[in-house]
């Protein structure tokens, strides 16, 4: 069993991210992260797999997602003034 979660990002200033190209601005995006279940345990346990940022191209208007790690993530975060919130 997978699951998918979707929140989304406030950040309160302009920050940089490696999968971006020049500095993004403040506002909020949506982060996808993909978590697959442990086999095994005697309760459910997930695995974060992948974690993804929606970002604005910067050749046209369509959007895309961009990996991210979770470590950068939170340093964008906490650089940015930023803050998680959580949508099911």
Not at 12 to 21: N, S
Not at 50 to 62: A, F, H, M, N, R
Request: a negative charge.
């Amino acid at each position: 069993m997978n699951q998918t979660i979707h929140f989304v990002a406030v950040f309160e200033q302009p920050f940089h991210l490696k999968a971006a190209e020049g500095e993004l601005s403040a506002g909020a995006y949506c982060i996808v992260r993909h978590e697959e279940v442990i086999e095994g345990a005697s309760f459910v346990v997930f695995r974060r797999t992948e974690t993804y940022i929606e970002l604005l191209s910067s050749k046209d208007t369509s959007l895309f997602l961009a990996p991210i790690s979770e470590a950068e993530l939170a340093i964008a975060l906490l650089q940015a003034e930023g803050s998680p919130v959580v949508h099911a």
